[in-house]
């Protein structure tokens, strides 16, 4: 039987491996990337992906041949007695303890740019998350938020494209996550706080806003549209918007 | 002498009042840390139970969101035509994980096996504080009452997720498991937490003043070094949950506030009180439950470590290494909470520091992976049904630790926080790593808990089903990850990018159906082999530590022998012994040592 049970643990790498390869050809896999910072953090992906891959595959290989050479009903050779190897040891200590660090120090950088280096212009936007809608606030002609000629809407984003954007995010009630897939950007957003999210989208289309962080029994449908346009076409959008909630006042 | 006298007086009075009583102090209000242990077995398996169908619940609706449940769908919901409304939904979530994480895991661990286990593998007779022990189980019966009442409020039972981040948890209008069943779901938690501390306090003592002669700290099982390290974290961590509960309770109950900013307007009512940070709760929260994670996985590692050793007829690779290592998991465990809040909009050069730290922490976890796979090569492996358990352990800990990475990856968890992806990885270490873990150590020490072996054939059954199932349904979960499919959704599938992935739900979702009837087969296994069971010697399994050497089962006092100990746990296939196992207290070939009794 010991064969048969190495030969079952021979099959976690095998159909892991498998089940990582196959996913992308399936449509199972991370979504299109639309913008500028996201190469950066699907390579990381994949550079975990690979890396771990090939620990996962080796020890798992490993494990499986121990499993079937020292079967006790097959290896007639004597029971090693031994507790351990002093150099063994030290060598399975450094080795991984440089190479996670390697990792930990590989990441920082865009980590840095994703989340610590805001960049020095206005916010574009406001999007305040509320039991369950995103409630979004443009600053008008006076290129202000808070100020009495803001724009607002509801669940309707639009931004343009190509263009750098400074998104600031609150929450009226609860938390909620601001996590735009393709868009590789995802945010909590808690009450009482003011957090600036940036990034710079590249492809013009329309996206679903997904709400990552359990808000209430309506956590489910929080969604939202994000559709990024051409600037002329944001523009007339927004004079629009201010047309139509003029006229509503 | 005084306690000697005042324990004879005791059981001299227990027998003069007749049978109902002594019953009741032998097998309900027990002293006796094994009956304590097998109280506690029985009611986190039965929480078990409770806490899978939940998760069946929870995966019927990912399948088939908004269907009627086969045969308990009229029953539960009959005013939606046997649906799960979306309020039940978060509240199957939020309970599914109180459950298994306070209910089944850590009590398990700690309560059944440390109970059971720690005096009987150190060479006590019972605990240092056998009625503190009492108490500490007893003190899970509020908890349990709790949880169960939370589900007949009204609102339901807390629905917040079982971290129960503020103000979703702690403003009443947020949600309906915020009103009443929020305030039991936290009381629930204050009584496990003092059960968990009288555990701890009793553990740590018993662990340290009660060893039998000759056990040094160095010939301790790595069971026990798991233990004792597992009580120290307790007891260093707790407080601060305890603390973080209380003042959750009193922002609820007394609207102090500590959670609850500035103006905040919850369903169109203002929240009163402002003045606290809802992130002040996370930080306090992981604090213990990011501990809590290692508090619900060092027990099994110690416990997989013997039962590998054992099965391979070889000693423990690198044992110093493996108790370093576990010591290094707690030291480190406390200072990686914050990698649970990296999109939590805590200071992201905080992140950096996290990220760092929580890397660092796979070192003695890959250190201890090496060092199983060091103690099976050379071996004579016996695939016996707790060695496979164990194997297992180590190969699904393998792909929880390596998964674990990615989180860790800052820029990484950017995309899958929040994801399927981490509900696989928790379940990769609290299910592939724990509970095979646990199910390996039930079939170990069953033996010794009853006196009789459970059947090997449908053990390995089990084994088998659940193994493939398991991988059926959580491996895949990764690749849902990586479509950004999130957690915690009644039903994702109106989102575009979501719906395709309903096949591979569907596919997971037969898989826990067969998972979940898998575990048919222990059951009936367990129940009969508790009275139907072959009857076993002393040391079923040849094997090396104190427990092996007592009665099975023990009676009470343990050892019908002073144990003395003369060697570690490991020395399996040694040279100077006639066997291929030389038990802990055998005296040496020459020289001193006191002969057990032959048995």
């Known amino acids: 039987m010991g064969r048969f049970w190495s030969l ?14 196959l996913a992308p050809a399936l449509g199972y896999w991370l979504p299109p990337d639309i913008s500028e910072h996201g190469h950066r953090i699907d390579h990381l992906f994949m550079f975990c992906l690979y890396l771990t891959g090939a620990v996962f595959i080796a020890t798992e290989v490993v494990l499986f041949w121990f499993m079937w050479r020292y079967d006790g009903r097959t290896n007639r050779d004597p029971v090693k007695f031994s507790h351990g190897s002093h150099n063994l040891e030290i060598v399975w200590t450094i080795v991984p303890a440089a190479t996670l660090l390697f990792i930990a120090i590989y990441q920082m950088d865009a980590w840095a740019d994703a989340k610590i280096r805001t960049p020095n212009i206005p916010a574009t936007v406001e999007v305040t998350g509320r039991q369950f809608e995103w409630r979004i606030r443009y600053p008008g002609p006076d290129g202000e938020l808070a100020t009495e000629d803001d724009i607002f809407g509801v669940n309707e984003l639009h931004l343009p494209v190509n263009e750098q954007i400074v998104l600031n995010l609150k929450s009226m009630d609860v938390l909620h996550d601001f996590f735009v897939p393709q868009l590789r950007i995802k945010q909590d957003a808690v009450p009482g706080n003011k957090i600036p999210m940036w990034f710079t989208a590249r492809e013009t289309g329309t996206y679903e806003i997904v709400c990552a962080e359990l808000c209430g029994w309506g956590h489910y449908k929080m969604k939202g549209r994000l559709t990024i346009e051409s600037r002329e076409a944001f523009d007339a959008w927004l004079k629009q918007r201010a047309a139509e909630q003029k006229a509503t006042q | 002498m005084s306690t000697t006298a005042l324990g004879s007086h005791s059981v001299a009075h227990s027998h003069a009042s007749g049978g109902a009583l002594a019953f009741l102090r032998t097998y309900v209000f027990s002293i006796d840390h094994k009956v304590i242990g097998i109280q506690f077995l029985f009611s986190t398996l039965l929480w078990f139970v409770v806490g899978g169908l939940l998760a069946l619940a929870v995966r019927w609706q990912l399948a088939w ?9 009229r029953m539960l919901f009959s005013a939606q035509g046997g649906q799960i409304s979306p309020e039940f939904y978060t509240m199957l979530v939020t309970m599914h994980a109180s459950v298994m994480i306070f209910f089944v895991i850590i009590p398990i661990l700690a309560g059944a096996f440390g109970n059971f286990l720690i005096p009987l593998m150190i060479g006590a007779d019972d605990m240092a504080f056998p009625t503190l022990n009492m108490l500490s189980y007893w003190f899970m019966w509020p908890a349990f009452f709790c949880m169960i009442l939370a589900f007949f409020v009204e609102g339901g039972a807390s629905a917040s997720g079982w971290t129960s981040y503020p103000p979703l948890s702690s403003v009443a209008s947020a949600a309906p498991g915020s ?14 937490g003092v059960s968990s501390m009288m555990g701890s306090v009793n553990y740590m003592t ?54 609850v900013p500035e103006g905040l307007i919850v369903n169109g009512e203002s929240a009163g009180a402002g003045g606290g940070q809802p992130l002040l709760w996370q930080h306090l929260f992981w604090f213990y439950s990011h501990p809590a994670v290692y508090i619900m996985i060092l027990p099994a590692m110690g416990m997989v470590s013997d039962i590998i050793s054992c099965f391979a007829r070889k000693p423990l690779f690198g044992y110093k290494p493996m108790v370093y290592s576990i010591a290094g998991i707690a ?3 406390f200072i990686v909470w914050g990698h649970h809040m990296f999109m939590s909009g805590m200071n992201p050069a905080l992140g950096m520091t996290f990220m760092v730290s929580t890397m660092m922490i796979a070192l003695p976890s890959a250190i201890k992976t090496f060092n199983w796979l060091g103690t099976i090569w050379g071996a004579r492996i016996q695939y016996t049904t707790p060695m496979l358990f164990a194997l297992s352990f180590v190969s699904m800990f393998i792909i929880g630790g390596l998964s674990g990475i990615f989180m860790a990856a800052t820029p990484v968890d950017i995309f899958i926080h929040d994801t399927y992806f981490i509900v696989g990885h928790i379940h990769y270490v609290l299910f592939g790593g724990t509970a095979f873990g646990v199910f390996g150590a039930i079939y170990f020490w069953f033996p010794k808990m009853f006196g009789r072996t459970m059947n090997e054939f449908w053990g390995k059954v089990h084994f088998l089903l659940s193994f493939i199932f398991f991988n059926g349904t959580f491996f895949t979960m990764h690749i849902l990850g990586t479509t950004g499919f999130p957690r915690r959704y009644a039903d994702p599938y109106h989102f575009e990018i979501f719906a395709p992935t309903q096949t591979l739900n569907q596919f997971m979702t037969i898989c826990a159906l067969g998972m979940g009837a898998s575990q048919l087969i222990f059951a009936a296994n367990f129940f009969y082999s508790i009275f139907y069971g072959p009857r076993c010697g002393r040391n079923p399994w040849h094997s090396n530590t104190l427990e092996w050497q007592a009665p099975s089962p023990p009676g009470h006092g343990n050892f019908d022998f002073q144990p003395v100990v003369h060697r570690g746990p490991y020395e399996y296939s040694s040279p100077e012994a006639t066997e291929d196992y030389y038990p802990q207290t055998a005296p040496p070939p020459e020289g001193g040592g006191h002969a057990p009794p032959a048995h």
């Open chain 2, 331 to 333: 030291g480190l465990g």
């Open chain 2, 65 to 73: 969101p908004w269907s009627e449940m086969p045969i308990v769908g």
């Open chain 1, 8 to 21: 079952l643990f021979l099959l976690v790498p095998i159909l892991g491996v498998l089940c990582f390869a």
């Open chain 2, 206 to 259: 018993t662990m340290i003043q009660m060893r039998a002669p000759g056990m040094t700290m160095f010939r301790l099982p790595m069971t026990i070094w798991a233990m004792f390290i597992t009580a120290v974290l307790q007891a260093f961590a707790l407080p601060v949950l305890t603390a973080a509960l209380f003042m959750q309770l009193t922002d609820r109950l007394l609207g102090t506030g500590f959670f």
């Open chain 2, 179 to 192: 009103h009443s069943g929020q305030t039991l779901w936290l009381l629930g938690l204050i009584f496990v």
